[in-house]
């Protein structure tokens, strides 16, 4: 029974020294992804129509070296991001014939989840991805601890000095990154919505989206439940470089003040964690 427990505990502990490098190159699985959205990997896969594409083409066409690529492509086909659809025995740095060979026969499809990270995909999380990895996102998380001892403020408004939606405003190619990844998020939200409850926008005639973003939410909806005269509201400077689309109005605004009226309103949470951390979800909750 003792040797038992021993043996048990020796085996935690050793599982315990392998677990714990996960912690510590935790960032890594965020930034390579990072890494494949802006080299564009996801998006040239999917032009090809299914076909596989070899490593050196995809070198030639993003314009990096095969032997970085190889390193980057076989940590995400790991992940099951991109599939490597032949066996190879690797692409060194050296530039030998042999490694020239190995180069030009491996290849790689795209996968679900690959497919997830393409810019322009109908289901896309690439700007969520984007977003959640910028600097100005991830360097609040670094301070939590700070927050959790303290009982301070949202970390974001710690380290920025200002709320996400502050912050935003006086950085439009901030407030961009938010508009697109929330965009992301509306898509697919009001899709499954209008597939698994249509029924809920019978017999409504104007809806009022709150805090609806670049309007991605109202111009899906609309397209089907044309009926409905769609108002999107959300703060000003959101509002005044939104969508345009056929029976959308924008209105700028607070909805802390006041809401525009409509036969209903809608408001929807992002799950994306950074709204937690700004502290938005209380907030919207209160509301
Ligand atoms: C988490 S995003 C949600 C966007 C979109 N509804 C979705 O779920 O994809 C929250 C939205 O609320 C807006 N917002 C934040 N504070 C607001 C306020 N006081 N009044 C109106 N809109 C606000 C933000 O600009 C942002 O577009």
């Given at each position: 029974m003792?040797?038992?427990?021993?043996?048990?505990?020796?085996?935690?502990?050793?599982?315990?020294?392998?677990?714990?490098?996960?912690?510590?190159?935790?960032?890594?699985?965020?930034?390579?992804?990072?890494?494949a959205?802006?080299?564009?990997?996801?998006?040239?896969l999917?032009?090809?129509?299914?076909?596989a594409?070899?490593?050196?083409?995809?070198s030639?066409?993003?314009?990096?070296?095969?032997?970085?690529?190889y390193?980057?492509?076989?940590?995400?086909?790991?992940r099951g991001?991109?599939?490597?659809?032949?066996?190879?025995?690797?692409?060194?740095?050296?530039?030998?014939?042999?490694?020239?060979i190995?180069?030009?026969?491996?290849?790689?499809?795209?996968?679900?989840?690959?497919?997830l990270?393409?810019?322009n995909?109908?289901k896309?999380?690439a700007?969520?991805?984007?977003?959640?990895?910028?600097?100005?996102?991830?360097?609040?998380?670094?301070?939590?601890?700070?927050?959790?001892?303290?009982n301070?403020?949202?970390?974001?408004?710690t380290?920025?000095?200002?709320?996400?939606?502050?912050?935003?405003?006086n950085?439009?190619?901030?407030?961009?990154?938010?508009?697109?990844?929330?965009?992301?998020?509306?898509?697919?939200a009001?899709?499954?919505?209008?597939?698994?409850?249509?029924?809920?926008?019978?017999?409504?005639?104007?809806?009022?989206?709150?805090?609806?973003?670049?309007?991605?939410?109202?111009?899906?909806?609309?397209?089907?439940?044309?009926?409905?005269?769609g108002?999107?509201?959300d703060?000003?400077h959101?509002?005044?470089?939104?969508?345009?689309?056929d029976?959308?109005?924008?209105?700028?605004g607070?909805?802390?003040?006041?809401?525009?009226?409509?036969?209903?309103?809608?408001?929807?949470?992002?799950?994306?964690?950074?709204?937690?951390?700004?502290?938005?979800?209380t907030s919207?909750?209160?509301?």
């Amino acid at each position: 029974m003792m040797e038992e427990k021993i043996k048990k505990e020796a085996e935690e502990e050793a599982q315990a020294q392998v677990d714990i490098w996960k912690y510590v190159f935790g960032f890594t699985e965020m930034a390579v992804v990072k890494c494949a959205i802006e080299l564009g990997i996801p998006d040239f896969l999917e032009g090809q129509d299914g076909q596989a594409m070899t490593l050196d083409g995809l070198s030639a066409a993003l314009g990096c070296s095969p032997s970085s690529l190889y390193r980057i492509m076989r940590f995400l086909t790991n992940r099951g991001i991109f599939r490597q659809v032949n066996q190879a025995l690797g692409c060194s740095s050296q530039n030998s014939t042999s490694n020239a060979i190995a180069c030009s026969s491996i290849t790689y499809v795209q996968t679900p989840l690959s497919r997830l990270l393409a810019r322009n995909g109908e289901k896309s999380m690439a700007a969520i991805v984007l977003l959640e990895s910028s600097p100005v996102m991830l360097s609040p998380w670094l301070g939590l601890g700070r927050r959790v001892l303290a009982n301070s403020p949202p970390p974001f408004d710690t380290y920025h000095g200002q709320d996400l939606w502050s912050y935003a405003q006086n950085n439009p190619a901030h407030s961009k990154l938010i508009n697109d990844a929330m965009a992301c998020d509306a898509r697919v939200a009001v899709s499954a919505m209008i597939n698994g409850c249509p029924q809920v926008f019978e017999g409504i005639s104007s809806l009022v989206d709150v805090g609806g973003g670049d309007g991605t939410a109202l111009h899906t909806l609309l397209k089907a439940c044309p009926w409905i005269r769609g108002i999107n509201f959300d703060l000003p400077h959101v509002v005044s470089v939104a969508l345009r689309s056929d029976g959308v109005e924008h209105v700028g605004g607070d909805m802390f003040h006041s809401v525009p009226n409509a036969d209903a309103a809608f408001i929807m949470v992002s799950t994306v964690s950074g709204c937690c951390m700004t502290g938005e979800m209380t907030s919207v909750s209160a509301y």
